[in-house]
């Protein structure tokens, strides 16, 4: 099992709660990202960690966005008191450094459904 | 300046035709220009990719040409097949940050 792992699959939740989404990155890639598909979108960044560091978190759209990495392994993006806008596809994604040369393995995703 | 604008939104061609996507970016501290391709329910997966001190490079029946005074590039599948039907995906980053910027993306379609 080499590809990037996220879970669950999908996740139904009501407005106003939270939801935390998991990703297991290739092992041995340092570099993680999330980003956000909405249906018939493109990708839109969230956040980028390097190590256990999130020196890039521009993309996060609100304070009730947040991410954590821990170990340089796993990690998790949790959405607190969830909004109907945030139903998208959660897509987590590894590199082995940064760079050219380093493409980005994506996970199949998680979609999320605030209802 | 960030922003990576891609087009056509969808495409319909018949087997063996030759689809074009084309993309366009801003920022010339982009040095890093891939191509991503989505099957439905599955991540994007990396087809190819471009520097851009070459102006083309292929890879199979997939070719990318790269105009860096134009800031643009294009992705060509040349003898489409149905397989191929699935959504495309350009990107930009600085080789620096490896943040990649997306275009909107495309919707292919070949048709038998």
């Known amino acids: 099992g080499a590809g990037v792992s996220q879970s669950p699959s999908n996740k139904v939740t009501e407005k106003g709660k939270d939801v935390e989404l998991r990703c297991d990155p290739i092992?041995?890639?340092?570099?993680l990202y999330w980003y956000r598909q909405s249906l018939g979108q493109g990708l839109e960044f969230l956040i980028y960690?390097?190590?256990?560091?999130?020196?890039?978190k521009s993309g996060l759209p609100s304070d009730r966005f947040s991410a954590e990495r821990t170990g340089g392994s796993v990690s998790t993006l949790t959405i607190q008191r969830t909004q109907q806008e945030d139903s998208a596809v959660y897509l987590c994604?590894?590199?082995?450094?940064?760079?050219?040369?380093?493409?980005?393995?994506f996970g199949n995703g998680t979609r999320l459904t605030v209802t | 300046q960030q922003q990576v604008k891609q087009s056509p939104q969808s495409l319909i061609v018949q087997k063996g035709g030759i689809p074009i996507i084309n993309c366009a970016y801003e920022?010339?501290?982009?040095?890093?220009f891939p191509w991503y391709q989505q099957f439905p329910g599955k991540g994007p997966a990396l087809l190819i990719a471009?520097?851009?001190?070459?102006s083309e490079k292929k890879e199979g029946r997939f070719t990318i040409s790269f105009n860096k005074s134009a800031k643009q590039f294009s992705l060509h599948i040349m003898d489409s097949q149905p397989g191929d039907s699935a959504t495309y995906f350009c990107?930009?980053?600085?080789?620096?940050?490896?943040?990649?910027?997306f275009g909107q993306g495309t919707t292919l379609q070949v048709k038998p």
């Open positions: 471009i520097r851009p001190d070459v």
């Open positions: 920022n010339t501290a982009f040095d890093y």
């Open positions: 960690f390097q190590g256990n560091s999130a020196p890039d």
């Open positions: 994604a590894s590199s082995l450094a940064q760079g050219w040369g380093s493409p980005l393995h």
């Open positions: 092992s041995g890639h340092t570099a």
């Open positions: 990107a930009a980053s600085n080789s620096n940050t490896g943040k990649l910027i």
